[in-house]
């Protein structure tokens, strides 16, 4: 089965510096790939994603990269702002509409103000 | 966008109780829901796919008799958490596929004493 890795565990930066957290999979079937954030207590919440057929995808200070053929993928936040403080997971599914989604271990991240 | 409910958003049991968790799809029909469990500062690790009218598939290492999923209506999925023990304390957070998006319900906290 799929299997996500994400680095690092946690990450730690300056208000107004960028921000990357990298993932890799292991199932070449997988071709839908979400990011969320989740705050303490709360449910995640999509941030962005990217499907296989696109290699990058921006959405204001947040973008997302995919390399299917390393089969990695990577968040980049940029100008970051102390409420970009939380978890956030990447994951990997073979596609949207019924297909289950396997989750990396986390990243924490702090903004420093 | 779609959204999910869940109830009750906490419990607190005592061992060897069973507790039963629902999720609702509120304004959209859901024929696959999925049952993920939190551990503090972990993950949301994917514990089963609920399917509308048909048996529940479990991941790997999950008790399919001790957590026991029902998906009797498109709307509707319920995890029962049989003979509860301290070790079964987590958060629980099921999730829909609405609109080519994956949908969290607010999760539920179970505490087992």
């Known amino acids: 089965g799929e299997n996500v890795e994400q680095h690092p565990s946690t990450l730690s930066v300056q208000e107004g510096d960028s921000a990357v957290i990298k993932c890799t999979y292991s199932?070449?079937?997988?071709?839908?790939f979400p990011w969320y954030k989740q705050e303490l207590g709360k449910r995640p919440q999509l941030i962005i994603d990217?499907?296989?057929?696109?290699g990058e995808k921006k959405d204001q200070r947040i973008a997302v990269t995919l390399n299917k053929t390393a089969k990695h993928f990577s968040l980049h936040i940029t100008e970051t702002q102390p409420e970009d403080s939380a978890v956030y997971f990447c994951?990997?599914?073979?596609?949207?509409?019924?297909?289950?989604?396997?989750f990396g271990a986390g990243t924490r991240l702090f903004v420093k103000a | 966008g779609a959204v999910v409910s869940q109830h009750p958003s906490r419990v607190i049991c005592k061992s060897g109780t069973s507790v039963k968790i629902e999720c609702r799809s509120l304004d959209f029909q859901a024929t696959t829901m999925f049952w993920y469990r939190q551990f503090p500062k972990q993950s949301l690790m994917l514990m089963a796919t609920?399917?509308?009218?048909?048996?529940?598939?479990?991941e790997q290492g999950v008790e399919k008799d001790k957590f026991l999923i029902n998906h009797a209506s498109l709307t509707l999925s319920t995890l029962t958490v049989t003979s509860a023990h301290p070790e079964d304390s987590s958060f629980y957070i099921c999730?829909?596929?609405?609109?080519?998006?994956?949908?969290f319900g607010p999760g539920t906290r179970l505490t087992v004493l």
């Open positions: 994951a990997a599914s073979e596609g949207t509409g019924g297909f289950k989604t396997i």
């Open positions: 609920s399917n509308e009218g048909s048996k529940a598939t479990y």
């Open positions: 999730s829909a596929w609405g609109d080519n998006e994956q949908f």
């Open positions: 199932d070449s079937a997988s071709n839908y």
């Open positions: 990217i499907r296989s057929n696109v």
